[in-house]
């Protein structure tokens, strides 16, 4: 856009409308530009001001022009057909984006080179320090990850650093910018923050050294009350009602609400948080909390959900809150749950009760932590029979609110995965040995610092091993399904990358070897920057099922006891007799928790004012009849498109045998 000097006459226009100016001819105005439009302004230093001509309008039918009104501006450009009105204090050194909203604020300013919060060292886990992720935009989980995860590799940790601080440096700006189309109303503070297209800042009492990441297709709301100082907000992501952040991000899709507090916590896509408080956490993707008296701090978590009144400690009262754990991905904790850190809790496990002895439970996924007079009882596997776990990886896909456009983390939705079966597979392991240790007729077993008995180790062998066939014959059966014919010639994988061990960084699961390659890369500078190190994250991400089956392949030969080159198809139509018999068993538990929900004792509480049929009547009006409920509905459906698809591909094998 150009800009030209004002005339007399519309510097006269302007004196006339009660404006005034340190010096008139530091102002300059675009091409089409009226007078008319610009009211009670007092300007100073080098101000640019668009055309005015559209207007605005507002809830209730209020229509209000384009313009400027009442406020004082220093250093600002203003775009076309943006209003600014009612600025109590003064707008000082920003470029107001065309069509903005800028209206009843207090002060908006920037002083001095700032980089808008990149940058900032979020002390994430450890509250005393030792495991500082450096913020930016377009931070990812993955990357995060790495930088506070790996500090046993300095040289590796120095060069993620130096991504975050060569992307502030490019950041770094003495003057601020509020986007195309953003909205800022009845604000308070807002100092050295940048905010971006689309964005909506709506009743904020501060914002300080801060990046509202917004597109106009993905817009950022800030709420009314929120307080946030040293911070990143990502696009799609709402703070609202009150919350307060320091130094915190918030990856894309966020909603935090409802005064929820947090101090040094990176927050990454979909996490929802409400009422309750965050220090020093590290929530990965969908990690969700609700309850005002919760309290998460000095963990790592995703894929989580929060009771009321979950809680940890950091701290020992010995050395100050030195502590950390985890609850890896898919993890749930119930009501009053407690966990006195350092702890790792398995994927997808759930914790009940206080646990005060450090348990480490990440070879025995899919387990209930049970506490009993302080006693941590531990029962592995019985997850995968529960209908809520099922639920959950089948609401996370749908439940995602990014835009379909630029996501930044990759997520890998998948219940089954080398990274779970391979803990499964060692499960399987240590359950026996304890076994073998401790004898076949023990009534309890301990392991770790907890105790599982008889009966849950034998159960919990079962569970892994229906879950290890299950799994197995899914990665066969897609495999099958890329070929025709000779299929016995097309099981080999195409290489060996995926086999070893897996890990899990904070939504993408990958090889390990894959991911030390990435490491040694950044370490070698032949990634030199954060854009460089996510198109790998992202090549890693999208290869997943090819190296999965790498994976997959070597542990079906290893696990029915095959040899490469002697594989027949009747060992494959054996492979999927085991997957179709472990498929149905797993759907025939999951009906028989789902029928939980509807017993006798599940419809306390329905047909307050009558018994028998209008306790009934009333349970159905509102939860619906058992054999409806779309759960219920889908897991039917789903045994009889499994049993089909077993019967197909086991009478194809079978006629190849």
């Known amino acids: 856009m150009s800009f030209r000097k004002l005339t007399e006459s519309e ?26 439009r610009v009211r009670d302004v007092s300007f100073s230093g080098a101000c640019r001001l668009g055309r005015f001509a559209k207007n605005f309008s507002f809830p209730g039918g209020v229509k209000k022009p384009a313009g400027l009104y009442q406020a004082t501006l220093h250093n600002v450009t203003v775009g076309d057909d943006a209003r600014i009105a009612n600025v109590r204090s003064y707008l000082a050194n920003y470029d107001i984006g065309a069509g903005a909203l800028v209206m009843n ?135 609202e009602d009150a919350t307060r952040l320091t130094r915190c991000f918030v990856g894309q899709a966020c909603e935090l609400g409802h005064g929820y507090s947090a101090s040094d916590s990176l927050f990454f896509c979909n996490c929802q948080e409400e009422n309750g408080e965050a220090c020093a956490l590290f929530a990965g993707p969908f990690t969700v909390t609700h309850h005002k008296s919760t309290l998460l701090i000095a963990g790592m978590f995703s894929f989580m959900n929060a009771g009321s009144g979950s809680n940890q400690s950091n701290h020992m009262y010995k050395l100050g809150p030195i502590h950390q754990g985890a609850l890896e ?33 990440s070879s025995l996924p899919f387990s209930y932590l049970i506490e009993s007079k302080g006693v941590t009882y531990l029962v592995p596997g019985v997850n995968l029979r529960s209908v809520g776990t099922i639920r959950d990886v089948q609401k996370w896909p749908k439940r995602d609110r990014r835009a379909p456009e630029g996501r930044l983390d990759k997520v890998n939705f998948n219940l089954l995965s080398p990274y779970t079966i391979d803990k499964m597979v060692r499960g399987i392991g240590i359950l026996e040995s304890l076994r073998s240790l401790s004898g076949a007729t023990s009534d309890t077993y301990a392991y ?26 899914n990665s066969l059966i897609s495999r099958l399904e890329k070929f025709e014919g000779d299929y016995l010639n097309h099981l080999k994988p195409d290489g060996s990358v995926g ?159």
């Open 11 to 36: 510097i006269s226009a302007l004196k006339s409308n009660g404006c005034s100016a340190e010096d008139w001819a530091a102002v300059e105005v675009a091409e089409g530009f009226t007078a008319d």
């Open 105 to 239: 604020v207090d002060k908006i300013y920037v002083d001095g080179p700032t980089a808008f919060g990149n940058g900032v060292e979020v002390s994430v886990l450890n509250e005393t320090g030792g495991r500082e992720v450096k913020i930016h935009e377009g931070l990812t989980a993955h990357e995060a990850y790495l930088e506070a995860i790996y500090r046993h590799r300095p040289a590796l940790v120095a060069k993620l650093k130096g991504f975050a601080d060569r992307f502030a440096a490019s950041a770094t700006s003495d003057r601020g910018t509020i986007g195309v189309g953003a909205q800022v109303m009845d604000a308070g503070l807002i100092h050295n923050v940048r905010i971006g297209d689309g964005a909506v800042v709506d009743g904020a009492a501060r914002l300080c050294n801060g990046t509202l990441v917004s597109r106009a297709d993905s817009p950022v709301v800030i709420g009314r009350g929120v307080i946030a100082d040293d911070f990143i907000v990502q696009d799609g992501s709402k703070v």
């Open 329 to 361: 991905r898919g993890s749930k904790t119930t009501s009053d749950s407690y966990i006195l850190w350092p702890a790792r809790i398995g994927a997808f496990s759930l914790v009940m009760g206080r646990h005060t002895t450090h348990p480490d439970t």
């Open 448 to 473: 770790q610092s907890a105790r599982i008995t008889s009966s849950a180790l034998a159960k919990g062998i079962d569970f892994y091993r229906m879950a290890i066939d299950k799994f197995l014959g």
């Open 499 to 657: 086999l070893g061990d897996w890990v899990d960084l904070s939504g993408l699961i990958a090889p390990h070897t894959c991911v030390s390659a990435i490491l040694n890369d950044i370490e070698s500078g032949a990634i030199s920057s954060c854009a460089e190190l996510d198109a790998r994250f992202t090549a890693l991400h999208e290869s997943y099922y090819d190296y999965e089956w790498v994976w997959a392949y070597d542990l079906m030969l290893r696990y029915y006891n095959l040899t490469e080159g002697s594989v027949t198809y009747r060992d494959l139509v054996y492979i999927l007799r085991r997957w179709m018999d472990s498929v149905l068993r797993l759907d025939r538990m999951l009906y028989e928790d789902a029928k939980k929900e509807f017993s006798l004792s599940a419809k306390t509480g329905f047909g307050f004012d009558g018994l028998g049929a209008t306790t009934e009547a009333d349970f159905e009006g509102v939860r619906g009849a058992f054999e409806t409920n779309p759960f219920v509905a889908a897991t039917t459906e789903h045994m009889k498109r499994k049993h089909d698809l077993g019967t197909l591909w086991i009478d194809r094998l079978n006629r190849l045998a």
